[in-house]
């Protein structure tokens, strides 16, 4: 996550979250009979607002194929977007971390809960 975070500073600014997770779930989507389960795990700083993005479209990108478990988890937050946001996605989608040190929790959250669906 450090790396992430330090090569983030240098990138030029810009939200793709919604295309990544589409390409991502979309990619996975087309392979996902090869394994027992399938999953994207979308990393954001929950900052939709800077870029007009609306929860409730990313709410139906998370949940646009029933064979990929897709997941958000906000890393970072200006106050309480992360918290407000994720209110704003479908139930159990979303996971707000700000420490980093919560983030094997959170996994084991995701992936017990998609062994019980």
């Keep these: 996550l450090k790396e ?6 240098f990138c030029m600014s810009g939200d793709h979250t919604l295309s990544a997770a ?4 979309n990619e996975l989507g087309m ?3 090869q394994y027992d389960e399938s999953f994207v795990i979308v990393l954001s700083d929950a900052n939709f ?5 609306r929860p ?4 139906k990108i998370l949940n ?3 064979n990929v478990n897709a997941y958000a988890i906000f890393i970072g937050s200006l106050g309480n977007q992360a ?5 704003r996605l479908p139930a159990g989608k979303s996971f707000v971390c700000m420490d980093t040190k919560k983030l094997p929790e959170i996994l ?6 998609a062994m019980l669906k």
């Excluded at 589409?22 to 779930?25: D, G, N, S």
């Excluded at 607002?49 to 993005?53: A, E, L, N, P, S």
């Excluded at 409730?56 to 709410?59: T, W, Y």
Aim: charged fraction near 25%.
């Design 4 to 9: 992430m975070s330090a090569h983030s500073q």
């Design 22 to 25: 589409v390409l991502a779930i």
């Design 31 to 33: 392979v996902a009979d």
């Design 49 to 53: 607002d800077r870029y007009g993005i």
């Design 56 to 59: 409730e479209s990313f709410g």
């Design 64 to 66: 646009r194929n029933e």
């Design 83 to 87: 918290d407000e946001l994720s209110k």
């Design 108 to 113: 084991q959250t995701i992936f017990t809960a």
